[in-house]
């Protein structure tokens, strides 16, 4: 017969294993709130869920079962049942004119949830079970809802990379797959003297010259419409940025793409390779992990890279002096930088 810490032992790992499987169940809660436009309808106020449901066209009842889930999360706030209001701690990320706001990232989220709901599949075929970057590029409201998800990642994590990254003395940047151009414009505000070329393919790009608008930007950007895959740049830059790119690319065409980029460095200039990382044993940490099985599911050749690969990668490419730089431990990005002399 078990002992009692036996026991005890053994509910502790059915409770981990459970909270595992059961993730789902609250990500799928916020998404469909999120979806369906309830934070923003409420806005900073409150509503009823009669309000709510005549705005949404749906049924009161059976909108308050999924407010009723909000509340139990703690993702909406009610006293009576009757009334719902958005938690002020979290307004800042799930209202849409906030400039914190997360709501595209999480939707973004969905799309890999649906993907990794196959991931057994993709695993055993070795081949993709989603065609993202058909999805991302197939429509206008795809594109931007994706390129926006890009910006609200990096908006945060952009004010830290200013801190590490020093562009003093650097007069041009050119970022490859800038996405939103996020990072850029953080730097660009810090460092006046920055002017911005800005490469990715021409529908991005569109939703970058929004984004640009809620920055202090002393220059001019140029942007480049290109599709990195067959486009050549031309031009010298003091410094280049690839960000969170590599991943989707793969092994193969990231270390082209870096012999591409050497001769656009001017001597004297550098290449910075923002990622997240995976540990040299790839057992870590846990959302470079992750990033690598999204990969699998999603591109057909893209997985995550560890900072002792790429170093190698941008040695080959002629790159010298690379230097790894961590940031904070609540930032999952890091960045290696090395140099043309």
Known sequence: MEDSSTQDSLV???????????????????????????????????????????????????????????????????????????????????????????????????????????????????????????????????????????????????????????????????????GPGTYSFHLAEANPDLQLYLADVPEVLEVARDVATSFRISKPVTYLGVDLRVDDIEGAFDIILVSNTFHMLGEAESRRLLSRLYPLVSHGGSLVVQAQYLNDNRLGPRWPVLLDLIQLCITESGRNHTVGETKLWLEEAGFTDVEYCPMTLVNTNSFLRGWKR
């Open 12 to 178: 502790l790992d059915q409770l981990q294993v459970l909270s595992l499987a059961e993730g789902f169940f609250q990500s799928s809660v916020l998404f469909a709130l999120l979806r369906a436009g309830v934070f923003e309808i409420i806005g900073e106020g409150a509503a009823s869920s009669t309000e709510l449901a005549e705005r949404l066209g749906a049924r009161p009842e059976t909108l308050a079962r999924l407010l009723n889930a909000g509340v139990a999360l703690k993702t909406l706030e009610s006293e009576d049942g009757l009334l719902f209001r958005t938690p002020e701690s979290l307004r800042s990320v799930l209202l849409p004119n906030s400039t914190s706001y997360l709501g595209d990232w999480l939707l973004n989220l969905e799309y890999f949830r649906d993907a990794f709901a196959h991931l057994d599949e993709a695993v055993l075929t070795s081949s993709p079970v989603a065609a993202f970057l058909e999805d991302a590029q197939g429509e206008q409201k795809r594109t931007r809802q994706f390129t926006l998800a890009m910006h609200n990642y990096a908006v945060l994590r952009g004010r830290e990379l200013v801190h590490f990254l020093d562009t003093t003395g650097c007069h041009t940047l050119l970022d490859v797959g800038a």
